[in-house]
């Protein structure tokens, strides 16, 4: 599953950078898993929601194991 999730990343990955941030794949345990946002994605207010409502959301609809994203 971890190999899918890093394929997932690498197409939501492009929007993030075009804000100065960036996505890394920590860890997955289960159908949680778990991310650091870095770059500008690391000190934005919007972080969360990008991680709940973009990122949760295209990983949840491209992978259907994954149950949550949360920040490592």
Known sequence: MREKIEEALKHIRPALQADGGDIELVDV???VVKVRL????GSCPSALM???YGVEE?????IP?????ELA
Do not use: D, M, N
Not at 58 to 62: G, I, T
């Open 65 to 69: 194991e994954v149950e949550s994203v």
């Open 50 to 52: 990008t991680l709940k």
């Open 29 to 31: 345990q289960g159908g």
């Open 38 to 41: 870095k770059g500008a994605c």
């Open 58 to 62: 295209r990983l949840k609809q491209e």
